[in-house]
């Protein structure tokens, strides 16, 4: 990863936590990866770690005092906040959370927030019961409402000895997401992507369906990579236990109607639609009312479910179209045939021997143009950028 911030301006602000020293380690690593790095601290980060670490490893003064110019002679938190491609608050306290929330401006790092028009990531760390509390919990609710991106503290034993969720998120989660943040800073910006994910479940009755292995992950991942690349995000969810990335609007939906519904509602609006979900292609063709009683031998019909990814093809408009193409052989023969039928731009092609419900994926990129890119097995958040880098060259390739 040398080299791979080069060029890139980064504010850290450390805040008054046990953790603060883990900041030092975080310098270190985007300084090597060829980062500029300013360090703000707080009062409070003073008492724990000595500004002089940070000065000396960012090769920069340590921004404390709100009442100083900078060495411009400019306004210092003005001046920073402008230069900045991305401000990172690690460790942020309850302390700073709250006052970002609420635009409270009494030192250098919380004026700074409300001036830099960066996004602004924050890694919290606190105590188990600190970080439950419903004024923590509130105050980073508002935060992501406005497009902060907040890492979740991990689970593990907290300096008061308690086990708990609050520890500061490993080093490496906090570095591939800044990486994520700043590698493509924003070139999804201004556009409104919708993503569908999960399985859907077909029901026969009240309490059986008929559904597929889909876990969504792989819907997720495009969600949060879109969202990370300054796009306006829906997900469009089948049943899954998965979380909501941060700052997403999810609707959840349960059978392929609902999901059909659920995306022709938003086509209007929807510049790239992204349909990651597995959609079964055939519903029962009638769902009983009570639970259905044991019988030797039960036959159940099934009726073609409505076609999303046609249905949007039909109406593409201006709108880039990406489907996904999960099968077991004759696998780029039927992405192929999928994508000239269904008018899309891309097709994902994925053999589900590898995909399905796991971490990682290995699928193949097919264009509109006959372009195709076979990538080797990779996680789903990295597919999930590869998958944004060839819709954003589409993007630019029509403007061009
Ligand atoms: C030993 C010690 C450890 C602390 N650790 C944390 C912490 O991990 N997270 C937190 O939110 N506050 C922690 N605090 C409380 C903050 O330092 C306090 O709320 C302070 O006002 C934060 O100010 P700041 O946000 O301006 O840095 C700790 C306090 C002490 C004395």
Do not use: W
């Not at 690690?90 to 250098?108: M, Q, R």
């Not at 080093?171 to 070139?187: A, V, Y």
């Amino acid at each position: 990863m040398k080299g791979s911030l080069e060029g890139k301006e980064i504010i850290l602000g450390v805040s008054g936590s046990i953790a603060a020293y883990k900041a030092v380690e975080i310098l270190r690593e985007l300084t090597g990866r060829g980062a500029a790095v300013t360090v703000v601290m707080t009062e409070g980060a003073q008492r724990f770690v000595a500004p002089l670490t940070f000065e000396t490893l960012s090769r920069r003064p340590v921004l404390t005092d709100l009442f100083t110019l900078d060495y411009d002679k400019h306004i210092g938190h003005v001046a920073t906040g402008e230069r900045a491609n991305l401000l990172v608050v690690a460790p942020a306290t309850a302390n700073t959370i709250a006052k970002f929330a609420h635009g409270l401006a009494d030192d250098f790092l919380s004026n700074l927030y409300l001036s830099s028009p960066c996004p602004v990531l924050l890694a919290p760390a606190m105590d188990r019961e600190m970080y439950a509390h419903s004024a923590v919990q509130e105050n980073l609710t508002h935060l992501k409402a406005r497009g902060v991106h907040v890492l979740e503290p991990e689970y593990g034993e907290l300096a008061s000895g308690l086990i708990g969720r609050g520890r500061l998120p490993e080093l490496s989660t906090i570095l591939q997401k800044i990486d994520d943040l700043l590698r493509h800073q924003g070139d999804l910006t201004g556009e409104t992507v919708l993503v569908t994910a999960g399985p859907t479940q077909e029901l026969l009755d009240p309490v059986r369906y008929i559904s597929n292995r889909s876990t969504g992950k792989m819907g997720f991942a495009l969600a949060q990579a879109a969202q990370d690349r300054g796009a306006h995000v829906t997900l469009v969810s089948g049943p899954t236990s998965l979380p909501t990335p941060p700052g997403i609007m999810r609707t959840d939906v349960t059978t392929a109607e609902e999901m059909y519904q659920a995306v022709l509602d938003r086509l209007d609006t929807t510049t790239i639609l992204i349909m990651a979900a597995a959609v079964a292609d055939y519903r029962p063709s009638s769902s009983a009312s009570q639970k259905m009683k044991k019988q030797e031998t039960l036959t159940v019909e099934f009726v073609r479910n409505p076609d999303i990814l046609a249905e949007a093809g039909r109406h593409k408009g201006s709108r880039i179209l990406v489907g996904f193409a999960a099968e077991t052989e004759d696998l780029l023969e039927n992405a192929r045939e999928k994508l000239r039928k269904k008018h899309l731009d891309l097709i994902v092609a994925n053999d589900i021997r590898v995909g399905f419900g796991g971490e990682t994926t290995r699928v193949t990129i097919l264009d509109r143009h006959g372009g195709v890119q076979e990538l080797p097995e990779r996680s789903k958040r990295e597919v999930a950028h590869q998958i944004l880098d060839r819709v954003v060259a589409l993007r630019s390739g029509e403007r061009a």
